[in-house]
């Protein structure tokens, strides 16, 4: 007995040196990929980005620093307007407002280490290795995002109106206290329909009509406006239907498979059930 005893201890040991060894082994795993991904990220921090030296915009770099050095440098209510100190041809914020906070975050920091990064009016197309490693060090820093799967119930979709509505009010409400006509410039940056419903070469099916027959000859953008709302919500309709027939008929069986599981019986009682028919 002894001896089993014994052995049973080793193996037992053995079990918890091999648990020991996997963890670790995994926590290096871990560790080598995070490792990687780092120096390679560190390896292009300096490399060349599209727009580079080439003024007068710079490249889409320039408007994520030039949205930086807006909302540090002027009031909120003057973020989405066309003012002698925003000019709105020149990268104007077209973002929504919670773009515009993380934003104002980011210039906050580049302020502290060098205010050279969002001086107003003199840093347009500024360009250095320490502003190139920061904006990019930056980005991996805040740019993650955890997705995930959400199965519907009535509680789950309740709570999550519920915080959609919260969220929407916490960051809208600055902009409303400040005045209610900024709101009206923001939804105008946001859906920038006098421009146009495409602008340059994004990947829609505008864009690509627009290859063959330039719409913007034959309609105001008003009316391409229009003609856009109408085809979308006129594509998406057979899906849509689709959904709501599934939706309903699946809320039908899931009623039944409850109706059933609330008639089946756990094995005591169906014996106590089986017990009182015999009696």
């Not at 079990?15 to 290096?28: C, D, F, N, T």
């Not at 980005?139 to 969220?167: A, G, P």
Request: charged share 20%; proline share 4%.
């Amino acid at each position: 007995m002894l001896h089993t005893l014994d052995y049973n201890n080793l193996f037992e040991k053995l079990k918890k040196i091999l648990r020991g060894r996997l963890k670790m082994e995994k926590a290096i795993k871990i560790g080598l990929i995070i490792g990687i991904a780092l120096f390679l990220r560190c390896c292009i921090t300096h490399h060349s980005y599209s727009g580079e030296n080439i003024p007068p915009m710079y490249g889409d770099y320039e408007a994520q620093r030039h949205w930086q050095e807006i909302t540090i440098n002027l009031p909120m209510e003057n973020w989405y307007k066309n003012t002698s100190d925003n000019n709105l041809e020149y990268w104007g914020l077209d973002y929504p407002p919670l773009t515009a906070y993380h934003s104002f975050i980011i210039g906050k920091i580049a302020n502290k280490i060098n205010p050279k990064f969002v001086e107003l009016y003199e840093s347009r197309g500024y360009e250095s290795n320490e502003h190139k490693l920061f904006m990019r060090m930056s980005t991996c820093l805040f740019d993650n995002r955890e997705k995930k799967s959400f199965f519907s119930s009535l509680k789950l979709f309740l709570s999550v109106s519920f915080t959609v509505l919260l969220t929407f009010t916490v960051i809208w409400a600055p902009f409303w206290m400040k005045n209610s006509t900024v709101i009206f410039n923001i939804i105008e940056r946001l859906f920038p329909i006098k421009r146009g419903i495409f602008e340059d070469k994004v990947a829609n099916v505008w864009c690509l009509i627009n290859v063959f027959i330039k719409l913007r000859y034959y309609y105001s953008n008003i009316e391409l406006a229009k003609i856009c709302l109408f085809t979308t919500t006129l594509s998406i309709l057979p899906s849509s239907i689709d959904l709501l027939l599934v939706n309903s008929i699946l809320s039908e069986e899931l009623k039944e498979i409850h109706a059933f599981s609330q008639k089946t019986l756990t094995p005591s009682q169906w014996e106590k059930q089986q017990d009182q028919s015999k009696q």
